[in-house]
């Protein structure tokens, strides 16, 4: 037998024992799988294991097929390199499968079973963008190193990307505000879902449905959906009815006529809003002689009441009671009065008779 049908045979037989052995491997790791891992109570173990079942077999059999072709003497000196460089490339694309593969795997056990125990919904809304952004930045760095490897000049590129990066920046600006707005709405928590809030700029309040990257949907009383841009938010003053707990107080104006006991109408709307079932016994209710209006001795009458979500109802009664009260006591609610004096016209002309005569 000549030396180069020697050579070729070696190669073959190379070649077969590493794909045998690729499969032996992955027997290897299943039996592993079942046998040992399988008894822990994390998934973690068998993530790694899916990522390195596949890379593991393709480098068993691609280490097998190079050391075979280098067995064989018949292979042109020039094509050496360039099947160095093909090895490098496979290589580096089944480390780049492991890597992706990992990565995936990583964040898909992250999110089911670490971050459905903790308190905050950040990593929950982060995860998809996470793994996004991590993929995104290994496929580039793979596809930058193997063209770095054939001597493509990447710098090029490189500024390329970043130009183009800038642009886009400039581009989607305003969505990229609300996107750092909401980033940030959902690591300082301002508000959650659920909470009542009023965004006092726009006039618009309601309790808050959902915290996306780019608004925050919020449902108003009237039942209708408002999507507010995040930067819009973090721009004004929002007031949340939740925090720190359910707890409000209530206020309205009332004005008594002049003349009025001002201890007598600050007593009897007090006892009238103590009667009432709705109202806070154990907090204190208060009528406070603000200021001396046009037509009335104007108070503010406050209380509390142990949810926010009752304040429109709890004003209507309030105002109710106080008015019925104050009637009993025969206290007087003035309604606006204006004097207006005025000069008759035949006093005018007469005025003006005499002037001409002077």
């Not at 305003?174 to 980033?183: A, K, R």
Request: proline share 2%; glycine share 8%; with cysteine.
């Amino acid at each position: 037998m000549s030396p180069e049908l020697r050579e070729i045979g070696l190669a073959v037989l190379i070649v077969a024992t590493a794909w045998l052995v690729g499969r032996l491997s992955k027997l290897v790791v299943r039996f592993v799988g079942t046998k040992l891992i399988g008894r822990t109570h994390t998934q973690l173990d068998d993530v790694i294991l899916n990522a390195v079942d596949f890379p593991l077999r393709g480098a068993t059999f691609v280490g097998g097929l190079e050391l075979a072709l280098s067995r064989i003497s018949l292979i042109p000196v020039d094509w050496l390199e360039q099947i160095d460089l093909l090895f490098f490339v496979v290589y580096f694309l089944l480390v780049y499968i492991f890597l992706y593969q990992l990565i995936g795997g990583l964040i898909f056990w992250y999110g089911r079973e670490v971050a459905g125990q903790t308190e905050t919904e950040l990593d929950d809304r982060f995860l998809d963008l996470f793994r996004r952004i991590a993929l995104l930045v290994l496929t580039v760095v793979v596809i930058v190193t193997v063209l770095g490897r054939y001597g493509i000049e990447v710098s090029a590129l490189v500024t390329t990307l970043g130009i183009g990066s800038l642009a886009i920046a400039l581009a989607a600006q305003e969505t990229l505000g609300d996107m750092i707005t909401g980033f940030t709405i959902m690591v300082d928590q301002p508000f959650r879902v659920g909470d009542r809030v009023e965004i006092q700029d726009i006039d618009t309040w309601g309790d808050v449905v959902d915290i996306g990257l780019r608004s925050t949907r919020i449902l108003t009383r009237d039942n209708r959906m408002v999507s507010v841009p995040n930067s819009v938010i973090g721009k004004g003053l929002v007031v949340n009815y939740s925090d720190p707990n359910t707890l409000y107080r209530v206020q309205t104006h009332v004005g008594v006529a002049y003349g009025t006991d001002v201890e007598q109408a600050r007593q009897v709307m007090i006892e009238a809003i103590r009667a009432q079932d709705w109202v806070m016994k154990d907090k204190k209710i208060e009528a406070l002689f603000l200021q001396f209006g046009d037509s009335a001795l104007n108070f503010r009458v406050r209380c509390w009441i142990e949810h926010y979500v009752e304040t429109r109802r709890i004003l209507d009664k309030m105002n109710t009671a106080l008015y019925q009260a104050l009637n009993e006591a025969g206290i007087a609610i003035p309604f606006p009065q204006r004097d207006v004096r005025l000069i008759s016209e035949v006093k005018i002309e007469s005025a003006s008779e005499e002037k001409q005569y002077d």
